[in-house]
């Protein structure tokens, strides 16, 4: 989710302003126009471009392109802190200008602000870049109907991009809208032609229904037609561990992590395919990182806890099931696994609490699934 804010944020023009028209007379002026086109120079140094850039703005305060090109810039080297300085300083001189503060709230949602970026778009006078925004924002937040509304909206206002169709099919399957997600698949198959993402579509609609094999050959068939589209690769990586082949696993997982580094996902199934290969020593990094970019995932505890242990590093492993504990405390895993490091620790008064309270909230556990499954 979050390459994609940035996949917005770089390929879309800026909404353009009053302020912009009447600084086209500042950019024209000779130096400024020199350092624009330095600073556009992808050939040119990344921070001689930076420094290019700074020295446009100073000299053009209240043109809010520069800003976003600057931002933009940054954006490119996974910046995001920077950017959102860079964005901040143009509000300053230019608070109510739109493309800025879409700007903001799209860095907002790369840096998994969500929440933060929905008051400013909303604030926004709608178009099909700010619904689309929204739609991303709601998707992270988990609000799957807001999502769907917004995204739809988005398409009905103009805004053209595979990726907005995937996403709302995805949101349709969500809410069981079964009649909107056909539709939605046929738009985006027919729209989209050429695109990949039909068939990261189809194949994630595949894999729910335990299809793997099927899924697996429609990842594939994106794959043919873009070898470094977001997510596709922790897919395959995916597919790789579940029949056991952690070699290609963990070469896909890389792969991802190259390609969208603010993906947490990989880093944690790295971190476990290098685990199962007896190479624990390099999962140790790749799970920290996971748990860092993943903080309300079980599995990314649990998993760094038991690296944390093959490697007798067990006071580490300790804290580590301690903080999943504390997140999670209605799961039973982290006691259970808690009373049996600490058995080995020789600490078994405390091990005899956790694993009373494991027990406890393993008949809780068991009772609710009984109750759900109408057996009590």
């Not at 971190?271 to 199962?276: A, C, E, M, Q």
Request: proline residues 6%; charged residues 25%; contains cysteine.
């Amino acid at each position: 989710m979050l390459y994609v804010g940035w996949a917005v944020l770089a390929s879309m023009p800026r909404q353009g302003s009053s302020a912009e028209v009447q600084t086209q007379e500042c950019r024209e002026k000779a130096a400024v126009r020199n350092w624009v086109l330095l600073a556009g120079d992808p050939a040119r140094d990344y921070q001689e471009r930076i420094t290019n850039y700074e020295r446009a703005i100073r000299a053009c305060p209240d043109d809010p392109s520069l800003y976003s090109e600057l931002a933009e810039l940054l954006l490119g080297r996974y910046q995001f802190d920077a950017a959102l300085r860079v964005i901040q300083q143009g509000l300053k001189s230019l608070p109510n200008d739109a493309g800025l503060n879409l700007d903001r709230a799209a860095v907002l949602l790369l840096r998994g602000q969500s929440a933060e970026a929905l008051p400013i778009l909303k604030g926004i006078q709608p178009s099909g870049k700010s619904e689309y925004y929204i739609g991303l924002a709601c998707r992270n937040l988990g609000d799957h109907r807001a999502s769907q509304e917004a995204l739809s909206q988005a398409w009905q206002l103009g805004y053209r991009d595979p990726f907005l169709l995937y996403a709302l099919v995805e949101q349709d399957r969500l809410l069981k809208d079964n009649k909107r997600a056909s539709e939605d698949s046929r738009i985006l198959r027919e729209q989209f032609p050429n695109s990949p993402w039909p068939h990261m579509a189809d194949g994630d609609a595949l894999k729910a229904r335990q299809l793997r094999g099927e899924a697996e050959a429609e990842y594939k068939k994106a794959q043919k037609l873009d070898a470094n589209l977001p997510f596709l690769n922790h897919r395959l990586g995916s597919m790789a561990y579940s029949r056991g082949d952690y070699p290609l696993a963990v070469s896909y997982f890389r792969k991802e992590i190259a390609l969208n580094p603010t993906y947490p996902a990989p880093y944690v199934f790295l971190g476990v395919s290098l685990h199962r290969l007896g190479k624990n020593l390099e999962a140790l990094p790749a799970l920290e990182e996971g748990l860092a970019r993943a903080p309300d995932a079980p599995l990314a505890y649990l998993n760094l806890a038991i690296v944390q242990m093959d490697l007798k590093q067990l006071e580490q492993a300790r804290q580590t099931l301690e903080a999943g504990e504390k997140r999670f405390p209605a799961q039973y895993i982290f006691p259970a696994k808690l009373a049996s490091l600490l058995s080995r620790m020789r600490r078994p008064e405390e091990a005899e609490v956790q694993a009373t309270l494991a027990q406890q909230l393993g008949r809780k556990s068991e009772q609710e699934e009984k109750e759900l499954l109408g057996l009590e």
